[in-house]
């Protein structure tokens, strides 16, 4: 899978998680820049894009994960 | 042995002396032989060596086996058996009579004329909190976070690393590993900076913690004669008594380890000034917090259980509602486990427990209806005054919980509530009555002094240690503050019945 239909595929979970049809997410988008990414929203988003993608993150993924770009290399070393 | 003893002071002094003069291949050797020591100080029983043996011991053998059979759903298995053995530990040596009461409550509610008699278990002192660190341990391995140790004295040290059996912080074996079995150079800077954090956690404990106790106290235990303002001030003081004591604990286990070269988590952050019960529990007691959250509130949310709840409350409640049930549901269990961390009582688990997830709740639903009044009656949340009203409530409520933290029993708790009620105003200024408390006027002057110089350290730690501050200034400034120190806890300490030279000194003046 290519990274573009990745981000693709992440914006719509995140705009579902987030109900807001504006977010764009790229590699550098951290939960600074979403208003609702609390460390709560965090897990809600961890498991919708697991069952998105048909993967699962460890733990230490789930809480040391940084920026969106740390998930996308996260989901596609599990996809490849 | 007690942190603020003279006996630990020796200790410590013999165990640092020892541990930079030996050959640095064997220094975490002498560490290891000053755990055990402090582990079983007075309390060598077969009983309590048998203990500590086995949770080692299972968590060594389990933590190699989840290793070897990483990938394999054998590791799961063997998590499990290792997290049961240390667990089982626990709960029989510490919440065995929290069974008890609970079975006498439920025979006495079906009027069984029988009753269980309650066990003294002997167990080794901060097994709360080695047992959760050996847990952690093991599920970091289990989630391939760390590599389990191959020596099992090693392990043994990681397991009971004395500064911090006596009340945490919570460490975590990938923060450990490299600084306890790695050569250290002694280090003079290092010591001064450890020392003066000591004398400062020395300095909240017995000038502050227990001068504040006696007044706690005395009305906690006399409450026929002490109540009305008496039971207010009471329950107003034993946030502070505790967090003195507490965070003073935790300064000098960081200050003796810093020594040492071994660098702890913090614990606190200046709890006192936070807003909110929410942004309180973030400071206070900080690596338990984190310990919970990582093993047990991020993975009970994340469960398929709790997903699907999320999935079907969603679509009862709507997406906003719903998706807030589960979360509820999982802080809920979560605060009930705190609380019976805190001991195997249904006081703890009432005050340091649900009295906190209900606090939290509230705060979270409450809020968007504060902002709305706030709006409509043209408060402004975002100034000072505003931001003190909040701290003083969070204070409040957090006192009010504590009730039952430091009452023996829930009727306890509810006749000191009950006593809060009782009208004598007149004691706040008849000029006697509020020194019949345990504490005399001199004592409320050190306590306000000393409350003071409390709190506007913490506040200059907003911006950056406060230590560092001290040590860039001039020489003699930096000699006069901690000599100050040195003699107030000296002259101002509290140091327990039968050995009062504070009192002697300066009750003379």
Redesign the interface.
Known sequence: MEKEEIYERLNNVFRDIF?DESITVNENTTSNDIEDWD??EH??L??AVENEFGIKF???E??TMKNVGEMVDIILSRMN | MVLTSLIFAFFCIITVFVYFIVPKKIQWLVLLVASLIFLFYNNLTISTVIQAISILVSSYIFGRLIDKYHDNKKSKIFLLSGITVILGFLIYLKYTNLFLITFNHILNVLNVNYQFSYVYRNSLIGISYYSLIMISYL??IY???CKPQKNILKLALFMSYFPILNSGPFVRYNNMEEQLYKKNKFDYDRMCSGLVRVLWGVFKILVISQRLGMFVDTVYGDLNNFNGYYTIIAILFFPLQLYTNFSGSIDIIMGVSEIIGIELPENFNIPFFSKTITEFWRNWHITLGAWL??YIF??L??SDFM?NL?KKCKKMFG?KTG?KIP?YLSMLIMWILIGIWHGGAYTFIIGTGLLQFIYIFLEDTLEPVADKVNKKLGINSEVFSYKLYQVIRTYILFSFSMIFFRAISIGNALQIIKNIFVYNPWILVDNTSLYKAGLDLQDFRVLILSLFVLFTVERLSKTGSVRKKLFKQNVIFRWVIIYLLIFSIVIFGCYGVGYDPAAFIYRQF
Do not use: A, C, E
């Open positions: 109900d460390s709560l897990i809600n961890v498991v460890n733990m230490n789930v809480t | 599920i970091d989630r391939g976070t959250k990582d991020y993975p949310l994340k997903q999320n997406k998706k979360l």
